[in-house]
C-alpha cells in the first residue's frame, strides 16, 4: 500500500505540491484509512488480483488520498 500511496501523492494535484511534512502527513492518514496489504514483492500484488480488484483499491487509495489531503489542508500547521 506505501508505494501506491507515494505514487499517488506525486500525481496528486494538491498533494505534490505540498511541503515534505505535510505530504508525510497525508500519507500517514491515507494509509492509515486502507487495509494493509502483505506482499513480500509489487509484482506478487499484481498477479493475485484481478484487473476488478486492482481498480477497486487503486479508487480506494485516491478516496483516501482525497480525503487526506482536505484533513491535512484543515490542520493549523504549527511553526
Known sequence: MEQLVFDGIRLHATASGMDGDSREDVACIALNQLAPRYIRHDVDMAFYMTPAEQELLEERVALAL?????RVHSMPRRS
Open 66 to 70: 482525497d480525503d487526506a489531503v482536505a
